[in-house]
């Protein structure tokens, strides 16, 4: 019986990368959302606008962007597929152009975000189940996670040593108020 979810995942997988993919090159709304944003200069090359940074790049140094993640996980079975393409084959206004820079930053923001808001649900699960809903426990846990969360989007990791840091505070945070 496993091995029929193992493979189911491993199709959902594919499936999924592949349209990715196919959305990337075709979507006629990806390719609104790059006319919108392309600005040819005097000698009639192109650029485009990052959305965050504001700076004028080129094809090759830009991305199209969900502003609400499609997310990075692959779909495990067929409703989480829906789900995610859904999510994917969206509205040119839940899309914006950002540099490859910008856009590696955003998407390790969300996945941060993704991360930090699962553990404060974690938490309240944990303080609900065991009475401590009405006790400071939740509310120290849940306001430190939060200005870890705070802290992570200034730094958005520019370093691996950085990264490193804020991980180990981070657990440490956890296993002092957990």
């Known amino acids: 019986m496993q091995n029929i979810f193992k493979k189911e995942q491993i199709y959902y997988k594919k499936l999924f990368s592949k349209c990715r993919k196919h959305w990337s090159e075709n979507s006629p709304v990806r390719k609104e959302c790059l006319k919108n944003s392309c600005i040819k200069n005097d000698d009639g090359e192109e650029k485009w606008i990052c959305t965050h940074c504001l700076a004028y790049k080129a094809a090759s140094e830009r991305d199209v962007d969900h502003i609400d993640p499609v ?11 829906i789900h995610y393409f859904n999510k994917m084959d969206c509205s040119v206004t839940n899309l914006q152009v950002l540099c490859k820079k910008c856009h590696k930053m955003k998407t390790k923001t969300d996945l941060l975000n993704k991360k930090v808001n699962k553990m404060i649900s974690e938490i309240k699960y944990f303080c609900e189940c065991f009475g401590f809903a009405s006790t400071s426990v939740e509310k120290l846990a849940y306001s430190h996670i939060k200005k870890l969360h705070n802290v992570s989007k200034k730094v958005l990791m520019s370093s691996e040593e950085k990264k490193e840091k804020f991980e180990k505070k981070f657990v440490e945070l956890l296993k002092k108020y957990c």
């Not at 990075?72 to 409703?79: D, I, L």
Request: proline share 9%.
């Open 71 to 81: 997310g990075s996980n692959s779909p495990k079975n067929r409703e989480e597929f």
